[in-house]
């Protein structure tokens, strides 16, 4: 069996479409999402943003199971504009799973191989975005992978760290972060984003045009991700 790791359903939802028999269940009290690619069975998890509440996510789903490999999935912000938004990253510095010849197969996907770096909170800065690339050498940055990564080192689950480009330093959010997600509530909060754009109308455009990029960013993810099972 795959896992494969998001951090919240609104990075999953066209990839679950592609699942089929599809099933609610749960490990050790976590929902799990369960489902084919063909003849290989998946179990998708929503590990929620940042570090307290995907550390607990992920050591109950993870504990006394055994996966053939764990793909970590979801959006990721670029740290130059070297990537865009729609681009694929395999993040080569948490990914352990062995390959081989099956790369061949997977080269032929418009994948970028880059580090990448789990911050602790959202980077809406494209001068801070810059100043960390140039000290760390990192092409992304995203909020969850290196605990997942440690939880899966500690118990041997390959990993495959695989994301999608949702945002970059000349594309950047079209709202303060705290505005556009609440990590304690885990969600937007919506009453205050609609108080936001309320006394700022025109950043309802940009809003429209981010909700359009990430709607197909997520179809492009969706797509790579039922062919990297397939070929797994």
């Known amino acids: 069996m ?54 607990q996510r992920i050591g109950k789903f993870l504990q006394d199971q055994q996966f053939d490999c764990l793909i970590s999935a979801g959006f990721a912000g670029a740290l130059t504009n070297d990537l865009q938004v729609g681009d694929l990253l395999l993040a080569k510095n948490f990914s352990t799973v062995d390959l081989g010849a099956r790369w061949s197969s997977l080269s032929s996907l418009p994948i970028h191989l880059a580090d990448m770096l789990t911050v602790p909170a959202l980077i809406d800065s494209g001068e801070e975005r810059m100043k960390l690339a140039r000290a760390s050498g990192a092409g992304a940055v995203d909020m969850e992978t290196d605990f997942i990564a440690r939880a899966c080192a500690k118990l041997g689950v390959p990993l495959l760290s695989l994301r999608v480009i949702s945002d970059t330093p000349h594309n950047l959010f079209p709202a303060p972060t705290d505005v556009l997600f609440e990590i304690e509530r885990q969600r937007t909060h919506m009453p205050k984003l609609a108080a936001y754009l309320l006394t700022h109308p025109n950043r309802v455009p940009r809003l429209i045009q981010f909700a359009r990029r990430i709607a197909r960013a997520r179809k492009i993810l969706a797509t790579a991700l039922v062919e990297v099972v397939r070929r797994l």
Do not use: D, M, W, Y
């Open 2 to 55: 795959i896992a494969v790791t998001f951090a919240l359903p609104a990075e999953s939802q066209e990839f679950l479409r592609s699942l089929g028999s599809k099933s609610q269940g749960a490990r050790n009290g976590v929902p799990t999402i369960r489902g084919k690619i063909g003849e290989r069975a998946v179990e998708v998890l929503h590990t929620g943003v940042g570090e307290k509440v995907c550390r």
